[in-house]
């Protein structure tokens, strides 16, 4: 089991089961949505539950059903969601080790002009074919 927070502590969950495929996108839409460089973003493969503060969580949809939900106190970003539903979460928030790592880093042919990326991680242009 893992749990997650926001910064302020309003909001918290946890995930009982696993996390998979943790990615790590560089594409500008991601940059925007993360306040950062890049996302670092995880699926659930198991149940998720909020502890506390859901009521004040807010959320951005965009295409195709997909958005985020986020603190409206801090900001902080928690989760992604698809149709309403927890997707997978965002790795930031988490206050555990999750025992996974992030495995690969996508479309960083559209990175920052700012971002140095590390030699030896394993990266593609563009997406490597998963769907999303
Ligand atoms: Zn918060
Ligand atoms: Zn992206």
Redesign the pocket.
Known sequence: MVTGE??????KYQITGKLKDARSCHCSRCRKAFSSQASAYALVDGDFAWLLGEE?LTSYVGEHGFGLRF?Q??G?TLVGIHDGQVHGITLGCLNDDPEIEIGRHIFVGSKAAWEVIPEGVVQFDEGDGATN
């Open positions: 926001c910064f302020c502590g309003s909001v004040r603190c106190v801090c902080s």
